[in-house]
């Protein structure tokens, strides 16, 4: 354990205070407390660094420093009471640590921007009703909705993590809003975490139909001062529920009772980028500090979530039937080789498709992918356009005549003529959303279509005006990546068609068939969730691939012990551990040379138990003008990975080899490859 973490030394005058600032050193910083000044852990105040006045956080207060140097004082206290309670400031040192990540760019980024600034937290308490309840619980629960509900709320009172696997439209979220009621009458708070931003507007709208109590959300889509505003509720205790998407698992509460994850699976709820968390196992640890439950929820759980519940460290709830009138739609695998298809659809798929509409239904064609086609290719001399900063193609988007990476932003105007012999004999090769979307107005001309990826909807208003345009209408077409087949209720949908889905049943990332099996069934489930069954297409050029298979024959519980069986047989997790130290530099050397420091480090400290791998290339060796390596390390056990981390990453941080290379540790990271 960190020597600089909180002590406890009874009443012995504090002279010093331990300050977190945000900054790349993985410390705290030793400050003087002038006479007369109150301090207490979870204030903000005002400190010489450098030769810069920052904002930090006071982690502790001590009676004497280690330190021989001359040590400046503490300028200004910018609290009266403490910001962050006693718990949250202990999840942040944790987290810290575990994640091995500096202390002050922790706790800082848990703030709001304006009082990360430095300035006063200024909000003014409204009123506001708590334990008004639902205002209509007529709905009445199945026998399975009925007993998860009932186990929740028996055992509210101590922490437990409930696993609630219920297939799509089997009414989890019915389960969360009873057990949501009965927290709120007993004048307890909720936070509900769910995966993007793009889930909210509809989440917040199921809310505000349900409950009368005060509710807020919380994302990166908000102005700072709707963020500050919620912060501040939430932590006076003026906001009875709390929806938000990972960062929110931060959000202060006054008393907090219950955490809910829904779409506990989603990767989303692990941060790619500096901090790198992952914000549900943060809530459970959270949740296990304040003595109070959490439900995880998903008709796809991951692999991880499941094996505890196979242990017994969660308990499973299933919900295996669906709610009302729903029925279980028919999944079909078809098989889709490259010459019989129009623009990505097969001859069965289009009719299919025609079938359904002329039912006055509405149908979901999904492909994961945005943009006209993935290349723009020359048939004369082989030329295809790649984008001049990263090792990929670049994406045709038609429609702006322009050529874009994906991966950089990266964009040239679409040329006439290839480049390289001056042929007029250029081939849009493969498709996207915007190709599906003008194939299926060509074939079903007098039928409405919505197209919704992040090239058509920019923001949360154009994603809700889009949303109520589709309910207005009872035959349609609806084309669109993840962030329309995510979370999403359309009653009169009645087939689903994916597309693009074989890449997935191919990778080198040991992730990649369990996303792809979750991506199907999630998709899946907007078909049919009403009283008529649905009907699933999955287009294919593997339809006897052994997963897929199981897939589509089997509950999801036998796909899952099957992947189960094989991440253990290789040592892979859940079974195992594993940190990813990502490197960049301008030139590919650097790279590789920063990461064959940290690996010489590694084994130098290596107690014998940790798996310690060769540097490689990314996947995507070269991204935005930079070149990027990783090194991967892998132990049976969490606490001797842990060790070794907390060893070498002290060592590192003056390593002058490193000086060229920038480089970051990821420890259970989600993507490898």
């Given at each position: 354990?960190?020597e600089?973490?909180?002590?406890?030394?009874?009443?012995?005058?504090?002279?010093?205070?331990?300050?977190?600032?945000a900054?790349?050193?993985?410390t705290?910083?030793?400050?003087?407390?002038?006479?007369?000044?109150?301090?207490?852990?979870?204030?903000?105040?005002?400190?010489?660094?450098?030769?810069?006045?920052?904002?930090?956080?006071?982690?502790d207060?001590?009676?004497?420093?280690s330190?021989?140097?001359?040590?400046?004082?503490?300028?200004?206290?910018?609290?009266?009471?403490?910001?962050?309670?006693?718990?949250?400031?202990?999840?942040?040192?944790?987290?810290?640590?575990?994640?091995?990540?500096?202390?002050?760019?922790?706790?800082?980024?848990?703030?709001?921007?304006?009082?990360?600034?430095?300035?006063?937290?200024?909000?003014?308490?409204?009123t506001?009703?708590?334990?008004?309840?639902?205002?209509?619980?007529?709905?009445?629960?199945?026998?399975?909705?009925?007993?998860?509900?009932?186990?929740?709320?028996s055992?509210?009172?101590?922490?437990?993590?409930?696993?609630?696997?219920?297939?799509?439209?089997?009414?989890?979220?019915?389960?969360?809003?009873?057990?949501?009621?009965?927290?709120?009458?007993?004048?307890?708070?909720?936070?509900?975490?769910?995966?993007?931003?793009?889930?909210?507007?509809?989440t917040?709208?199921?809310?505000?139909?349900?409950?009368?109590?005060?509710?807020?959300?919380m994302?990166?889509?908000?102005?700072?001062?709707?963020?500050?505003?919620?912060?501040?509720?939430?932590?006076?205790g003026?906001?009875a529920?709390i929806?938000?998407?990972?960062s929110?698992?931060?959000?202060?509460?006054?008393?907090?009772?219950?955490?809910?994850?829904?779409?506990?699976?989603?990767?989303?709820?692990?941060?790619?980028?500096?901090?790198?968390?992952?914000?549900?196992?943060?809530?459970?640890?959270?949740?296990?500090?304040?003595?109070?439950?959490?439900?995880?929820?998903?008709?796809?759980?991951?692999?991880?979530?499941?094996?505890?519940?196979?242990?017994?460290?969660?308990?499973?709830?299933?919900?295996?039937?669906?709610?009302g009138n729903?029925?279980?739609?028919?999944?079909?695998?078809?098989?889709?080789?490259?010459?019989?298809?129009?623009?990505?659809?097969?001859?069965?798929?289009?009719?299919?498709?025609?079938?359904?509409?002329?039912?006055?239904?509405?149908?979901?064609v999904?492909?994961?992918?945005?943009?006209y086609?993935?290349?723009?290719?020359?048939?004369?001399?082989?030329?295809?356009?790649?984008?001049?900063?990263?090792?990929?193609?670049?994406?045709?988007?038609?429609?702006?005549?322009?050529?874009?990476?994906?991966?950089c932003?990266?964009?040239?105007p679409?040329?006439?003529?290839?480049?390289?012999?001056?042929?007029?004999?250029?081939?849009?090769?493969?498709?996207?959303?915007?190709?599906?979307?003008?194939?299926?107005t060509?074939?079903?001309?007098?039928?409405p279509?919505?197209?919704?990826?992040?090239?058509?909807v920019?923001?949360?208003n154009?994603?809700?005006?889009?949303?109520?345009?589709?309910?207005?209408?009872?035959?349609s077409?609806?084309?669109?990546?993840q962030?329309?087949?995510?979370?999403?209720?359309?009653?009169n949908?009645?087939?689903?068609?994916?597309?693009?889905?074989?890449?997935?049943?191919?990778?080198?990332?040991?992730?990649?068939?369990?996303?792809?099996?979750?991506?199907?069934?999630?998709?899946?489930?907007?078909?049919?969730?009403e009283d008529t069954?649905?009907?699933?297409?999955?287009?294919?050029?593997?339809?006897?691939?052994?997963?897929?298979?199981?897939?589509?024959?089997?509950?999801?519980?036998?796909?899952?012990?099957?992947l189960?069986?094989?991440?253990?047989?290789?040592?892979?997790?859940?079974?195992?551990f594993?940190?990813?130290?990502?490197?960049?530099?301008?030139?590919?050397?650097?790279a590789?040379?920063?990461?064959?420091?940290?690996?010489?480090?590694?084994?130098?400290?290596?107690?014998?138990?940790?798996?310690?791998?060769?540097?490689?290339?990314?996947p995507?060796?070269?991204?935005?003008?930079?070149?990027?390596?990783?090194?991967?390390?892998?132990?049976?056990?969490?606490?001797?990975l842990?060790?070794?981390?907390?060893?070498?990453?002290?060592?590192?941080?003056?390593?002058?080899?490193?000086?060229?290379?920038?480089?970051?540790?990821?420890?259970?990271?989600?993507d490898?490859?």
């Amino acid at each position: 354990m960190a020597e600089w973490l909180m002590t406890t030394d009874g009443p012995t005058m504090k002279h010093y205070a331990q300050i977190a600032i945000a900054c790349p050193l993985r410390t705290v910083f030793d400050y003087k407390i002038p006479e007369g000044m109150a301090l207490e852990a979870g204030m903000r105040v005002k400190v010489p660094f450098g030769r810069r006045i920052v904002t930090g956080m006071v982690v502790d207060t001590i009676s004497e420093s280690s330190l021989t140097c001359e040590i400046k004082s503490v300028l200004e206290v910018l609290d009266e009471t403490p910001l962050l309670s006693p718990d949250l400031l202990q999840l942040c040192i944790w987290a810290s640590q575990y994640y091995q990540h500096p202390i002050g760019d922790v706790l800082m980024g848990t703030l709001p921007t304006r009082l990360r600034q430095g300035k006063t937290l200024n909000i003014k308490n409204k009123t506001g009703t708590h334990g008004g309840g639902p205002y209509n619980n007529a709905f009445v629960l199945h026998h399975e909705q009925q007993t998860a509900f009932e186990t929740i709320t028996s055992q509210l009172d101590k922490f437990n993590v409930f696993l609630l696997h219920g297939i799509t439209g089997s009414g989890k979220t019915e389960v969360y809003f009873r057990v949501i009621d009965e927290v709120i009458r007993q004048q307890k708070q909720v936070l509900f975490l769910i995966p993007e931003i793009s889930l909210s507007p509809q989440t917040i709208q199921r809310f505000h139909q349900r409950f009368s109590c005060p509710i807020y959300a919380m994302h990166s889509g908000l102005t700072d001062k709707e963020r500050l505003t919620a912060w501040a509720y939430a932590r006076s205790g003026e906001a009875a529920i709390i929806i938000g998407t990972r960062s929110s698992v931060f959000t202060p509460f006054q008393n907090l009772g219950l955490i809910v994850i829904d779409e506990e699976h989603d990767p989303s709820f692990k941060q790619q980028e500096g901090f790198r968390y992952s914000a549900r196992d943060l809530a459970i640890k959270r949740a296990y500090q304040l003595d109070i439950p959490t439900i995880l929820g998903s008709a796809t759980p991951s692999l991880e979530s499941y094996q505890h519940a196979l242990t017994k460290k969660y308990q499973l709830l299933e919900l295996k039937e669906r709610a009302g009138n729903a029925i279980i739609s028919d999944l079909k695998l078809i098989h889709a080789p490259a010459n019989s298809l129009e623009n990505g659809l097969a001859p069965e798929t289009v009719k299919t498709i025609q079938q359904h509409l002329a039912q006055q239904k509405q149908v979901l064609v999904f492909i994961n992918r945005r943009g006209y086609a993935p290349a723009w290719f020359c048939q004369s001399c082989q030329w295809q356009a790649d984008c001049t900063r990263c090792d990929s193609h670049m994406v045709l988007h038609k429609k702006e005549r322009r050529l874009l990476c994906h991966h950089c932003g990266h964009q040239t105007p679409m040329p006439k003529t290839c480049p390289n012999c001056q042929s007029t004999s250029l081939l849009a090769l493969g498709e996207g959303t915007q190709r599906v979307a003008e194939t299926l107005t060509a074939l079903f001309p007098d039928t409405p279509l919505f197209r919704i990826d992040r090239d058509s909807v920019k923001n949360k208003n154009q994603l809700e005006e889009q949303l109520d345009n589709i309910h207005l209408h009872t035959s349609s077409i609806l084309v669109g990546t993840q962030m329309l087949a995510k979370g999403h209720h359309f009653p009169n949908v009645t087939l689903v068609v994916i597309l693009g889905v074989d890449n997935g049943l191919m990778s080198h990332d040991f992730h990649a068939l369990e996303r792809t099996a979750q991506l199907i069934i999630q998709v899946a489930g907007r078909a049919g969730r009403e009283d008529t069954q649905g009907t699933v297409l999955l287009q294919t050029l593997q339809p006897d691939h052994p997963q897929l298979q199981t897939l589509t024959q089997q509950p999801y519980g036998v796909f899952l012990t099957q992947l189960l069986q094989e991440r253990q047989q290789f040592h892979l997790p859940p079974f195992t551990f594993m940190a990813l130290f990502r490197a960049e530099a301008k030139q590919l050397d650097k790279a590789a040379e920063g990461l064959q420091v940290i690996q010489a480090l590694l084994k130098e400290n290596n107690p014998g138990a940790v798996t310690i791998y060769d540097p490689v290339p990314a996947p995507m060796q070269r991204k935005a003008g930079f070149y990027h390596m990783q090194l991967l390390i892998q132990a049976p056990k969490r606490q001797v990975l842990q060790k070794l981390l907390s060893d070498i990453l002290p060592k590192l941080a003056n390593n002058k080899a490193l000086k060229l290379t920038r480089w970051t540790v990821d420890v259970d990271p989600v993507d490898l490859f």
